[in-house]
């Protein structure tokens, strides 16, 4: 079987056709979705390439780690909160936003909002583009982190 997609394909340059989700078609949801509102002159290639970077070290031990010890587990946003201050410096998780949903009983955490300001580029401290965005609510008070795929 072959998938079909009916959002429109961004223009990538081929390091960039190997990002995660691009076979589910993922990189077009997010395009369409974030990318496109991105202000960056480099298109579709300079928002997965910014994309790339925030995600590395925000996928460090004191974030990911904290995710990964809760997979099928409720996690409290006031926790992951916290490591975001840990990680990046005292205020940062003042701008990160939890989304959750309700699935037949259960509520899942479905989405991080994490709130920058500045340019993204290499060597750009990420509790300075933290630090420069207004503080957010935090969202939902937790759930339980689904393990991938499952939703």
Known sequence: MVATFCLPEPR????????PGTASGLHRHEWIKHGTCHRAPGGAD?????????????NGPEIAGLIAARVG???HTAELRAAFDAAFGP??????EVRCTNDDGRRLIQ???IH????IEPGAEHGALLAAADPVP?????????????Q
């Not at 990538?12 to 990002?19: F, G």
């Not at 205020?91 to 990160?96: I, L, S």
Request: overall charge neutral; some cysteine.
């Open 138 to 150: 935090p969202g939902c008070n937790g759930g339980i982190v689904d393990p991938a795929g499952l």
């Open 73 to 75: 587990r409720h996690m």
């Open 12 to 19: 990538l340059t081929s390091p960039n056709r190997s990002l």
């Open 116 to 119: 920058l300001r500045g340019v």
């Open 91 to 96: 205020g940062a998780g003042n701008r990160v």
């Open 46 to 58: 300079e928002y997965y390439d910014d994309t790339l970077l925030l995600m590395e070290r925000i």
């Open 111 to 113: 989405e991080l909002r």
